[in-house]
Each structure stands twice: as structure tokens, then as C-alpha cells.
């Protein structure tokens, strides 16, 4: 299986997301070529709740029984990953980050080379490229941040 093939899985989840009245927001994880688990953002619906975020989502659905094997993984996300996306990818071990478009206003891209010493030193960081898809996946940043604008944590509503 190909990178489009996983970031066609994480962008029909992100539109599934967004029908669901959410930022259009998808993960999957990949291991040995099989998706094994995926999210999308939950954020506003059924409930607000800042921390359901595509890849949390995702990682909440992993097999425990896989995450001795978490440095083979990859997380295809529509978005380049946020701070507390990135962190929890880092800290679950996941060894590889592909996303579809980039954040310039939230992504972590520009704090990856600022790490704390204890990464890579101790614990790999994963590698990092994108963004892979920007024809699809701008347009779906660009209704996240439309639609984050309006939700309470955006400070408008």
C-alpha cells in the first residue's frame, strides 16, 4: 500500500468528521502495511472536549498488544500534527509522522528541532515529512480553521 492510499483513508475520516459536525480532522495508524487503528476529530460533537483530536483518537484505538512495535508505526494525519498531538505521538513512541497539509498557524513543525535533550538522545524522534497532499488537504485546513474560529476554544463563540 502506498502514502495516498493511507491519506485517502485519514481524509474520508476527516470528512466523516466534519458531517458529524467536526473539524474536518483524520488519522489512521499504520503497521507492517494494515491500518490498525484511526480517529477523527471529535472535538465539538457529541460534547466540546479540547483533547479528542484526530490522533488521540486514533491512538486511544491501538491493540495494547501492538505498542511494543510502536517505533514501526505511522500516523497519516490530514493536518500537520499540534503540540499535544505531536507530544502524544512522541511519548506513545510512533515511529513515523505523515501528514497532508500544513498548520502554519498551530502544527508543530516549528518547534520539531527544538526538543528537549532527552529527545533523540534517549527516545527517537519520529520522522516527520509533509505535507504529502496539499491539493486535497488545504482545503480541509482551511475549514478547520474557519470552523475552529467559531468554537469555544477558537475564543469566538
Not at 83 to 103: E, K, N, W
Amino acid at each position: 500500500m502506498s502514502d495516498q492510499t493511507f491519506m485517502d483513508a485519514a481524509i474520508a475520516l476527516a470528512l466523516q468528521a466534519e458531517q458529524a459536525g467536526n473539524l474536518p480532522v483524520g488519522a489512521v495508524l499504520v503497521l507492517d502495511g494494515a491500518v490498525i487503528a484511526e480517529g477523527r476529530n471529535a472535538l465539538l460533537q457529541p460534547h466540546y472536549h479540547p483533547g479528542r483530536h484526530a490522533e488521540t483518537e486514533a491512538l486511544k484505538a491501538v491493540d495494547p498488544a501492538l505498542w511494543p512495535r510502536a517505533r514501526h508505526m505511522t500516523c497519516y494525519t490530514t493536518l500537520e500534527p499540534c503540540l499535544m498531538c505531536f507530544g502524544a505521538l512522541l511519548l506513545h513512541g510512533v515511529g513515523q509522522i505523515v501528514f497532508g497539509a500544513t498548520d502554519p498557524d498551530g502544527g508543530f513543525t516549528w518547534s520539531y528541532d527544538h526538543l528537549p535533550p532527552y529527545y533523540p538522545r534517549q527516545a527517537p524522534a519520529p520522522r516527520w515529512e509533509g505535507p504529502i497532499c496539499p491539493e486535497r488537504c488545504d482545503a480541509l485546513y482551511q475549514r478547520t480553521l474557519a470552523r475552529f474560529l467559531d468554537t469555544p476554544a477558537g475564543g469566538q463563540g
